[in-house]
Nanobody, 125 residues
Framework: QVQLVESGGGLVQAGGSLRLSCAAS????????MSWFRQAPGKEREVVAA????????FYADSVKGRFTISRDNAKNTVTLQMNSLKPEDTAVYYC??????????????????WGQGTQVTVSS
């Protein structure tokens, strides 16, 4: 089992920044690709960003490219999502997720095995 705990959500004005963090425990963190998903009211959950277990490869949804940055620290068992130039449409519950991978450069976008409880991000206009 992998336990994931998100932090850093909150209320911010459009154009502002937030930094989300996810702390992992339970298994060897460096064996897992990590991702951030979000779900807005009435919408399906969508992948926002993902990072390989090595940290060397990343994926971003088109809607956040150039504004969000995903990173990880395998020594501290954490993954971070830096969100800049936030827009009202970024308002959602953000979830951290983990997936066991066997290729350190692989960046999955679905079929994640473990999920955090979510953290609310609200961007006011």
């Amino acid at each position: 089992q992998v336990q994931l705990v998100e932090s850093g959500g909150g209320l911010v004005q459009a154009g502002g920044s937030l930094r989300l963090s996810c702390a992992a425990s339970g298994r060897t963190f460096s064996d897992y690709a990590m991702s951030w998903f979000r779900q807005a009211p009435g919408k399906e959950r969508e992948v926002v960003a993902a990072i390989s277990s090595s940290g060397g490869y990343t994926f971003y949804a088109d809607s956040v490219k150039g504004r969000f940055t995903i990173s990880r620290d395998n020594a501290k068992n954490t993954v971070t999502l830096q969100m800049n130039s936030l827009k009202p449409e970024d308002t959602a519950v953000y979830y951290c997720a983990a997936r066991r991978t066997y290729h350190s450069n692989y960046v999955p976008r679905d079929s994640f095995d473990y999920w955090g409880q979510g953290t609310q991000v609200t961007v006011s206009s």
